[in-house]
C-alpha cells in the first residue's frame, strides 16, 4: 500500500503564486509516475502536470508556462510550483502515484483546496 499526503493549498489573489507538496510512503517501486490531477466544482477530474521516474514530464495546455513540477527520488516527493494564479485554477488539487507491479497501481491523495480569488 501507498499513502500520499498534500499540503501547501489556500487561498490566493488572482496573478499570485502557490506550492503545493507531496509525500508519497509505503510499498513504492523504484520506477513510478507522480502527479497532480485537479477537479473543480461540477466538473471531473483532470491532469494538471505528470513526472516520470526518468524527470520527463507532461502539462495540461491550461497550466503550460505556468506551472511547474518537480520530485525528489530520494524522498518521494512531487511538488507543483505555481504561478499567475486564475481564478479557473480553482480546484481541489490531488496528488497522483501510478506503478506498475503485474498490473497499473494507481493511488491517490486526499486533495488539498487551492482557491483563487480577489
Known amino acids: 500500500q501507498v499513502q500520499l499526503v498534500e499540503s501547501g493549498g489556500g487561498l490566493v489573489q488572482p496573478g499570485g503564486s502557490l506550492r503545493l507538496s507531496c509525500a508519497a510512503s509505503?510499498?513504492?517501486?523504484?520506477?513510478?509516475?507522480m502527479g497532480w490531477y485537479r477537479q473543480a466544482p461540477g466538473k471531473q477530474r483532470e491532469l494538471v502536470a505528470v513526472?516520470?521516474?526518468?524527470?520527463?514530464?507532461n502539462y495540461a495546455d491550461s497550466v503550460k508556462g505556468r506551472f511547474t513540477i518537480s520530485r525528489d527520488n530520494a524522498k518521494n516527493t512531487v511538488s507543483l510550483q505555481m504561478n499567475s494564479l486564475k481564478p479557473e485554477d480553482t480546484a481541489v488539487y490531488y496528488c497522483?502515484?501510478?506503478?506498475?507491479?503485474?498490473?497499473?497501481?494507481?493511488?491517490w491523495g486526499q486533495g488539498t483546496q487551492v482557491t483563487v480569488s480577489s
Open positions: 513526472i516520470g521516474s526518468g524527470g520527463s514530464t
Open positions: 509505503g510499498s513504492i517501486l523504484s520506477i513510478y509516475t
Open positions: 497522483n502515484l501510478r506503478q506498475v507491479l503485474g498490473s497499473v497501481l494507481i493511488y
